[in-house]
């Protein structure tokens, strides 16, 4: 950790030996980005809180995402990579309307209406402080964020007129809450990582209310693990919706996809 009665700024190996010797893996990385936003005081503290198992990204106030920067800050679900896969798939798909639902800072959202500029935006989550970035993130979208209870923050209106539903819901059982990195369950909101007892609370609901709200022949993508793959796919084929399953190895994502049919 670096002292706050040390030199006033720090030497970039100095911060690298540093955040190796705490755990960090992409130490030269990190180094560099802390150093390019911070300096002086600032940047020791940063250090020291980085140490301490702070999100790189809460305190740059940013991650990447597809290529594009998400605000983030204190308190606020950080993007994973992964989680690129369901915007990925999303994009294939043929969307005028789309709802993010759990947006949390909204980056899915963000990350899809820039890839398909003109397709109209909502945002829901029940979290106000990750709603704020949420707002931040799509201002320039055109997008609108709702908070609320999943569909119980949508417009009436949007009611059998969205074309797909994207969820990177909750998903970790409660009881594995507390294996996780510290980054993740000191440093970001349980509401935006627990998924009840068996992991699937949130996304059974997610998945049984979806038909009322989308077109036919909309889409329901919702992002899991792989060992809960099979039973996500069973609750969203529960709901009435044709499922299948898409893997990347490479990004170590699993995205269930649910095509709603005619007859709801």
């Known amino acids: 950790m670096i002292r706050s009665d040390s030199a006033p700024s720090a030497s970039l190996l100095d911060i690298v030996h540093t955040l190796r010797s705490a755990g960090c893996v992409y130490a030269e990385d ?4 802390l150093t390019a936003a911070f300096d002086g005081v600032e940047l020791e503290d940063m250090v ?7 999100p790189l990204e809460q305190l740059l106030g940013w991650a990447e995402f597809c290529g594009i920067r998400i605000a983030v800050g204190p308190g606020v679900f950080v993007p994973r990579r992964r989680t690129e896969l369901l915007v990925e798939q999303a994009a294939s798909l043929p969307i005028e309307t789309v709802v993010d639902i759990c947006c949390g800072s909204g980056a899915v959202g963000a990350a899809l209406a820039s890839e398909l500029p003109g397709i109209e935006l909502h945002c829901a989550d029940v979290d106000p402080v990750a709603l704020e970035f949420a707002r931040i993130n799509i201002a320039s979208l055109g997008g609108q964020v709702h908070e609320g209870d999943l569909y119980a923050a949508l ?4 009611r059998g007129n969205v074309d797909v539903v994207l969820a990177n819901a ?8 507390g294996s996780m990195p510290s980054e993740a369950r000191d440093h970001e909101p349980i509401v935006a990582l627990d998924g009840g007892v068996d992991g699937l609370a949130v ?11 989308l077109v036919p022949g909309g889409h329901l993508l919702i992002e899991t693990s792989a060992l ?10 529960e709901a009435g919706f044709d499922t299948h399953v898409v893997r990347s190895d490479e990004l170590d994502a699993t995205v269930v996809v649910g095509t709603c049919g005619s007859g709801r």
């Open 203 to 213: 996304q059974r609901r997610v998945a049984a209310d979806a038909p009322r709200w």
């Open 170 to 177: 909750p998903y970790v059982p409660t009881d594995e809450i």
């Open 155 to 158: 417009p009436v209106n949007l």
């Open 228 to 237: 809960q793959a099979p039973e996500t796919a069973s609750l969203v084929r």
């Open 48 to 54: 020291n809180r980085r140490v301490s198992g702070t």
């Open 30 to 33: 990190e180094a560099e980005l």
